[in-house]
Structure formats: C-alpha cells, structure tokens
C-alpha cells in the first residue's frame, strides 16, 4: 500500500485537526457570532451606531493611545531586555521576574495605583501636577497604564534573540575599527528588528483591548479621555447588544488591519535582514 | 525526583480541586438560594441573610445557604437573562427588573405578588462635601456654579449615576422649570464633572480617596459610609429643595425557582423584609423603610426631605430609558457636537 502521507513528520492530520478544533472553539467561533451578531443591523443602523463624532473620537484616542504606549514599550523593552541579558548585577534574576508582573496583577488594580500615584494628592502627583503634568485623569494616564500592562511583551520577545547573538560578529566589527554606535546600528539592531516588531505588534494588540484598568484612571470623559470600550460597556448597559457587537467590529477591523501591516513589515524586515 | 513527585502531587491536587468545583452538585438536603443584587447592598444583604438563615432553619429543621452576587444593576440584569441562575433579583431600578419579565423570566404583573408594590425599602441621592462645607453647597442650583468640581458616576453605565442626573433634572422640574430649562441645568452639570467614572464605588474613590471634586453625588446609604470611612474630612448634605425616589423592587425569577423548586423559601425570604426585624435592619443600614411606622423610629439617621418619584419627570420607566438614556437622547445630546 503506498502511503499519501509525503511528510517526514507523522501525526499531520491528527494535530492539525486538534489544533483547528481548539482555535475555532476559542477563538472563530467567538468572533464569528460577533460578526453575525452585528449583521443582524441595517447599514444605515450600523453607520450610526459606530460613526459618529464620538465614537471617532474613541477610536482615535484608543488608537493613539495604544501606539504611543506601544512605542514606549518598544524603547523601554530593548532597554530593559539589553540590560538583563548582557551584564551580570546582583539582584538579576529578582529584575527579571518583575518584569512578568504586568501580566499576573489584575489590570484593574494597575489603574487604582496609577491613578493614586498620580492624583494631585498622590505621591508623584502632589510634584507633577504643580508642573502641567497630568498623570491621572488624563490621556496621558491612559498612555502610562497602557504601557505597564504591554510591557512584558517586548521584554520577553526580544530576551532570546539577545541571547542567540553571536559575539564573535561583534568581535570582528570591532576589530576592524567600527565604533561602538556603529556596532549597535548595523550589527545588532537588524538581527532585533523582527522581535522588536512582534514585541511592538503583541502591545500594541493588548492595549487595544485594555478596559479594567484605563476605566479607573482615565475620568472617562466623552471627547477627551473616554476609550472605545468604554462606549461598548454603555451599549451593553441599554441592553443594545447589537450596536455593541457593531462597535467591537469596527475596533476588530481596525486591529487587524494594523496587525496585518505590521506583520507585513515584520516579514519584510526579516528577509532584509537575512 | 523528590521535587519532579511533588509537582505532580501538586498539579493532581490542583486539578482534582478544580474538578471538584465545576462537578460537585448540590446536597438535596441543602436550599440553596442565589440573590442578585446591585453593587452598595453588600453589607445590607449579608445581614438580612444570616438573620433569614437562623429564622428558617429553625421554623423548617433545613439547612439553607443564601449566595450573593453584586454588580452594576444594569450588568447583573444582564447575568440572569444570559442565564445566570438567580432564585431573586434585588436590583436599584424598576427598569432592570422589568427587563427580566420581558425575557419571560418573570411573571405578568410581579410587582403585585409582594407588600407595598414589592418595595421593601426606598432611598435617595444626597451630597457628600467636603468637612466644613467650603463651597457653600446647599442645593441643586450650587452644583452648577462656576468652579464647583462635582464627582458622580456615568449615567450609562452605573444605577448610582442615572439616579443622580434624574434627580438633577427632577429639582429643575419641580421647581416649575421647563423641560429646556432642566436641560441647560444638568449640560451645566455636567460640564462641572470632573470624572466620570464607571461605577458607584470608582466615583467615591475618586472623591473619598484621591480628594478630587468638591461634591460627590450619591445614594445615601453610600454617603453614611463613605462619611464614617472618612473619619471626619467629608460630610453629607440633604439637598434643601428634595431630590430623587430611588425604588429598589425586589422579586423572585419566576423560571428559575420553579426549575429549582424554591418557590417557597425565595417567597418567605422576601417577605422577611417586611417584617419588623428586616425593616429596622435595613433602616439601620441607612436605607429608608417602606413601612412608615419604623421609618419614623429613625428619624436621626434618615431625615425628613422632600423625595420626587420618578413619575415626576416621566410616566414610567420605560419613557426614562427612551427619553434619557437611550442612544442619541437627553443625556449623549449633552455631549453632542
């Protein structure tokens, strides 16, 4: 009997049905009655459920304020993952655990201590709020919680690729006399790119869905500080579940369009770099 | 090897634990009632419970256990018609309730099954201030002077919060203001919010704990509290022109004590309210009895002031939601641009 099965791996059928099994049932299933949740609407009730100035006006503040969290994840991240793979200090394995922290302490009680630090009677607020800067209450508020509860993930994506570098091509740069700037620019950085861009991708995808804790810090105020998800939560309170999903579409949409983009980029800066 | 045997006696634990919580069932000896309730009456529930537990076990030898789920009234609503097993629901808003009788969840005509309406108890919305009442706020039209912070919950998404902005619109309307005069009153309002949080209990750790606001609009058992935990920097004032009814109606969910089979227990459990040791439990709590005779025992704790119902402002409840808050209404045309 001559086999169909041309792969050298055994077992292809069995794990890629488990694996189909378990995505749907966590993942497509759940998204899918989202979506037809939202058909039920007419466009024209669609349209007005999730485009107005306000609502636009969630959409740009979520958006904005995930990038910019996710941009300061990214710089922070290399930093932090830099220092904890290439130098050895006391205490090392202690800094390398804080920083899994963000993703087991609920979310929630990051935006109460956020917003207790930061209040104008708060340990940093009573100096900073003398100064113009708004840490709670405010949308810059919302970009500091968003990057406590994303921080983990540059961290985390770019610690092994750090580890995996060989020395030996840094040895040789140097030797044939390129600066240390110059190292960093053409030698390491392009072997960090794709990590660096999962790291940002991955942040920038949780702070998109972040609630429990901007709710706490932000004042949620319309136009100014009131996030996407917040207008969601208030659908849902008028037992509106349609206009909800709609709103949770549109959000969807937008996110995986931006993953799409980046995960572009990422490949693109992988075979450039290979 | 000996840490490798540990683990897995550990993780088998673990699971066997876990196993054991989502498979064990319910000892047929055992009631076992689950109260759906809104997010203050915590300490208020736990207290009727136990009273009810040592009252019923003694008058029928059974054993009963009362479990409590707190939430927005909105968001708990919600639970029970997606299929949460409530036995009764004690919710903040008439609306809610109905919305359980519009499921079929609850019988035609439920508010009829029970003493007073099946309003146990009623409350209101008062100020809390900060100690000394440095602003000077005495009333409604206060709120909407120039540089006076007010804290107060979303009306969207909290009870607390949609209370506050009826009562705000009420106070212009029983003053004989217009409906476009009550509308300048709460866009004024609400321009004075400072946050606007999610919930009751985030707005009071906005005004209590992080000091911001110079009044904080809240239901009066919430304002007792929040004082006492204060330890002397905040104070409550009764608005002097009144503020709003807020009717809390308690009923039992018609599908599931029949599934259940606890018709009964749930009926008695609510009827308890009503008698004099649940009555003067909830005064004490700072909730306002329904039946006046208690009422008046507390008078030191729960002053006289003027309550408007809701019937002051619309015909029903129904007309509250479409009228106010449903999308694009009174309330979203505040902040519209």
């Not at chain 1, 007419?42 to 941009?71: C, E, P, Q």
């Not at chain 1, 995996?164 to 190292?183: H, T």
């Not at chain 1, 949780?206 to 939560?233: K, Q, W």
């Not at chain 2, 106070?171 to 005069?181: K, L, Y």
């Amino acid at each position: 009997m001559s086999s169909v099965n041309q792969r050298v791996l055994p077992g292809f059928g069995l794990s890629l049905g488990t694996t189909l099994f378990f995505l749907s049932l966590i993942v497509l299933i759940p998204l899918g009655a989202c979506f037809l949740k939202a058909s039920t609407l007419t466009w024209s009730d669609f349209a007005d459920a999730v485009w107005t100035d306000r609502t636009r006006a969630a959409y740009l503040l979520t958006f904005g304020a995930s990038l910019a969290a996710a941009v300061l994840n990214a710089v922070i991240g290399l930093l932090l993952a830099w220092v904890l793979v290439r130098y050895d200090f006391p205490l090392k394995r202690l800094f390398d655990a804080l920083v899994d922290i963000p993703f087991a302490l609920p979310t929630a009680v990051a935006g109460l201590v956020y917003a207790s630090l930061y209040a104008p009677n708060g340990w940093f607020g009573q100096f900073l709020v003398p100064l113009g800067i708004e840490g709670a209450y405010s949308r810059l508020s919302i970009v500091l919680v968003l990057t406590f509860t994303g921080l983990p993930f540059v961290v985390r994506t770019l610690q092994p690729v750090l580890e995996s570098l060989d020395a030996d091509v840094e040895e040789a740069a140097a030797s044939l006399g390129a600066s240390r700037w110059q190292i960093f620019r053409w030698i390491i950085l392009p072997s960090l790119w794709p990590g660096l861009l999962t790291g940002f991708a991955l942040a920038f995808a949780r702070a998109l869905g972040e609630y429990g804790s901007v709710i706490f810090v932000a004042g949620n105020m319309p136009y100014r500080t009131e996030i996407a998800p917040v207008l969601i939560v208030a659908r849902l309170e008028e037992f509106a579940y349609r206009e909800a999903t709609a709103l949770a579409v549109v959000l969807l949409l937008f996110s995986f369009t931006l993953l799409a983009v980046i995960n572009g980029l990422e490949r693109w800066s992988r075979s450039y770099a290979s | 090897m000996v840490a490798r045997w540990g683990t897995l006696v550990a993780a088998v634990a673990i699971a066997g634990i876990g196993i054991w919580y989502f498979v064990a069932g319910d000892d047929p000896n055992r009631v076992t009632l689950l109260n759906v309730s809104y997010d203050p009456t915590r300490e208020l529930w736990r207290e009727l419970n136990d009273a009810f537990i040592a009252d019923y076990e003694a008058r029928t030898g059974k054993k009963l256990t009362i479990r409590q789920s707190h939430g927005g009234s909105g968001t708990q609503a919600r639970s029970v018609m997606d299929g949460l097993r409530a036995d009764v629901v004690t919710l903040a808003l008439w609306s809610d309730t109905d919305a359980l009788r519009r499921k079929e969840l609850l019988a035609q005509g439920w508010e009829q099954r029970l003493p007073f309406n099946s309003l146990p108890y009623y409350s209101t919305i008062v100020f809390v201030v900060r100690s000394g009442n440095p602003k000077g706020i005495r009333d409604w039209p206060d709120l909407v002077k120039p540089g006076i912070g007010v804290i107060t919950p979303n009306p969207k998404t909290s009870g607390n919060g949609k209370l506050s902005y009826l009562a705000a619109w009420g106070s212009v309307r029983i003053r004989g203001g217009s409906e476009d005069d009550a509308q300048a009153y709460v866009k004024a309002l609400y321009e004075n919010v400072l946050v606007l949080d999610a919930g009751a209990r985030g707005s009071a750790v906005t005004f209590a704990k992080r000091r911001i606001g110079d009044v904080h609009l809240t239901w009066e058992n919430e304002a007792h509290l929040e004082v006492r935990e204060a330890k002397g920097t905040l104070e409550i004032v009764y608005p002097v022109s009144g503020s709003i009814k807020a009717e809390p109606f308690v009923a039992w969910v018609d599908a599931v004590v029949e599934r259940k089979k606890t018709q009964q227990v749930a009926k008695e459990y609510l009827e308890f309210l009503y008698t004099d040791a649940g009555q003067e439990m909830i005064a004490r709590h700072h909730y306002r009895p329904i039946r006046s005779e208690i009422l008046a025992r507390h008078r030191n704790r729960l002053p006289e002031m003027e309550l408007y119902p809701v019937a002051t402002i619309a015909h029903n409840w129904d007309e509250v939601q479409t009228k106010f808050f449903a999308a694009g209404a009174l309330f979203d045309q505040i902040y519209a641009r």
